[in-house]
């Protein structure tokens, strides 16, 4: 305790995430390991929860799905606190995605994690003053981004993945976008795209590539950027595609590295899905903040994934 009572460790508990079944097995955890637990109730309070906690508590922890992360995640950068607070992730939703990119594997090892696991600083992702870790998405896979297990969207390939949603929505409308990326550090000018895409994909500690794993390298200060055009749709739809067509710009596919872009929708208000929190805008600026957040990595994380692998955890 701080020396007017305020907890040194606090976890933001979402009692509702993923079955709601986590919530005594955390709560265990929890006191074991010293927290002082705050369950959440309604809308906007895991982040008022963080928010509060942060500028006191050396550590706030998250126990909850990609959202609750999320939420805990703006409540410290609202604090001004992501110098001086640890983050900790307890996976306990239906969409685990960052953590399983960080590499915690569920309830207990999570823990584990926080108690003796690595400290690393990641880079955030920023759209419009919200903070993102893991991704950001736009077009019909936000509406549907909650309804494909994370189980499956953490084994698929972005090729995998679309086609995967195209079939489990059935109908879509295209967007027509605008998406300016910044200069990057290795010589990589500014560039922009024009046209009509099915999807954006912005991924930060996600990438969606059909690499050889799912987590990006987020200590680099880039967002890999993914653009679906619309030609895709029919040739996804009938079958066409082809394993390892992601891995670089084709007649349907853009992809870029940048420290920087913004998208312009030419026709009205798009729905973004911030790890899973939405939010509807004509344009949207997103940037990294390199190295913003110190966050309790598990063995499986790698600085940079292409570099090493990891072969005991099922990760090639």
Not at 25 to 33: K, N, Y
Not at 45 to 54: G, I, S, V
Not at 198 to 223: H, W
Not at 229 to 254: H, Q, W
Request: include cysteine; glycine fraction near 12%.
């Amino acid at each position: 305790m701080g020396s007017d009572g305020a907890s040194d460790r606090v976890l933001v508990l979402n009692p509702v995430s993923g079955s709601g079944d986590h919530v005594d097995e955390v709560v265990e955890l929890a006191t074991d390991r010293g927290f002082e637990i705050r369950k959440t109730e309604e809308s906007g309070d895991a982040t008022r929860l963080a928010r509060e906690a942060a500028p006191e508590a050396d550590l706030v922890a998250a126990a909850g799905g990609d959202g609750t992360i999320n939420a805990v995640t703006n409540g410290v950068a609202a604090a001004d606190a992501l110098e001086s607070t640890t983050v900790g992730v307890v996976p306990a939703g239906t969409g685990n995605n960052f953590a399983a990119n960080i590499g915690v594997r569920g309830l207990e090892h999570a823990f584990d994690v926080i108690e003796d696991g690595r400290r690393r600083r990641i880079d955030i992702g920023v759209a419009n003053d919200r903070v993102f870790v893991n991704s950001c998405v736009g077009g019909i896979t936000a509406a549907a981004s909650g309804e494909t297990s994370s189980e499956s969207k953490a084994e698929l390939g972005v090729l995998a993945y679309v086609k995967n949603t195209i079939e489990m929505v059935g109908e879509f409308d295209s967007l027509p976008l605008r998406v300016t990326t910044a200069t990057g550090p290795n010589g990589e000018r500014a560039r922009a795209w024009e046209g009509e895409a099915l999807f954006v994909l912005i991924g930060n500690c996600r990438r969606f590539t059909g690499a050889r794993t799912a987590q990006a390298d987020v200590e680099d200060g880039l967002l890999e950027v993914t653009i679906v055009e619309d030609t895709a749709a029919m040739n996804l739809l009938g079958g066409a595609a082809r394993k390892g067509l992601f891995d670089g710009d084709s007649d349907c596919i853009v992809t870029r590295r940048t420290p920087a872009l913004e998208i312009e929708s030419r026709e009205g208000a798009v729905e973004y899905s911030l790890d899973g929190e939405m939010l509807e805008t004509e344009t949207l600026h997103l940037e990294t903040e390199a190295s913003a957040l110190e966050i309790a990595v598990g063995d499986e994380y790698r600085i940079d994934p292409d570099d090493e692998e990891v072969t005991n955890g099922g990760i090639v």
